[in-house]
């Protein structure tokens, strides 16, 4: 469940922005212009990214070992009696630990600006997060060190029930999670290309544009089971193929700009994004 290439989509954005925080200090001294973003406009857009950053170190770096710990639990221990589902020599259940990401979430969540999508999740995936970790610690150490011997798993089933609704409850809000860091990533990314073809940044736009034709074309083999290629949405499926190698070629012509390449991208030479 890792979505780290949300980040790279995000990173277009982040770069937008610190490109206007730059040349807003190199003309601190020159006559201000309409052109000029406003310091506080400035300031806004970088404060969401930073709240935008910390639900995404939620989703990349904290859901993932929930996951396994959920997992795992669901394929070792028995919803209903809290004892294993079969008889083993040994059984593991992988702690967590406290998390970084969730103080940083915490810390931010009510600050400005608000993103409603998101902020409503919060008080779940904290909280959650909160009542898991001292039982599954405990639960862990409890099957790591045999201590069912002792009690016929007493004290686990205790353990177990108390895991289990935070951990379900942190699952739940992390799935919903995942769901909309997508559709708020994919209009950020919008956003930013929008920008740069206004401001005439084609080589951007076009980069840009070549990634997000990467996405939407290899999204349709994810999980894909093999008999369920048969029904896939070829023309959509060649429609990116085409978007890719349109973006790609328009990249290509303009990159010959040693110029715009210089003003764009701080290079001088085009030989690294266009020898395929």
């Not at 949300?6 to 206007?20: A, D």
């Not at 209903?80 to 940083?104: C, D, H, N």
Request: aromatic share 10%; glycine share 2%; proline share 4%.
């Amino acid at each position: 469940m890792n979505y780290r290439s949300l980040l790279s989509i995000l990173c277009i954005v982040s770069i937008s922005l610190q490109s206007c925080k730059e040349d807003s200090k190199a003309n601190a001294e020159k006559d201000i212009t309409t052109d000029v973003p406003p310091t506080g406009a400035i300031d806004s857009k970088q404060a969401y990214i930073n709240k935008y950053n910390a639900y995404i170190a939620v989703w990349n770096d904290v859901s993932p070992r929930v996951e396994r710990t959920y997992s795992v639990l669901y394929n070792t221990i028995n919803d209903k009696t809290g004892e294993p589902l079969k008889e083993q020599e040994t059984y593991f259940i992988p702690s967590l630990i406290e998390s970084r990401a969730i103080v940083m979430l915490k810390d931010i969540v009510d600050k400005e600006p608000r993103i409603e999508a998101l902020d409503a999740l919060a008080p779940d995936l904290i909280s959650a997060y909160k009542e898991m970790l001292e039982p599954v610690q405990q639960l862990s150490d409890y099957y790591k060190l045999e201590s069912y011997k002792d009690d016929n798993f007493e004290k686990g089933k205790k353990l177990y029930y108390e895991l289990r609704e935070p951990i379900k409850k942190f699952i739940a809000a992390s799935d919903i999670l995942g769901v909309k860091v997508q559709e708020i990533d994919a209009q950020l990314s919008m956003e930013a290309l929008a920008e740069y073809k206004e401001n005439d940044e084609l080589l951007l736009y076009n980069k840009g544009m070549i990634i997000n034709s990467l996405k939407k074309h290899s999204a349709p083999l994810y999980s894909v089971e093999y008999d369920a290629y048969e029904t896939l949405d070829l023309y959509a499926y060649d429609k990116h193929l085409k978007d890719i190698i349109t973006h790609y070629t328009e990249f290509k012509t303009l990159a010959k700009d040693e110029e715009r390449l210089k003003r764009e991208m701080n290079i001088s030479r085009a030989a690294p994004f266009t020898r395929y």
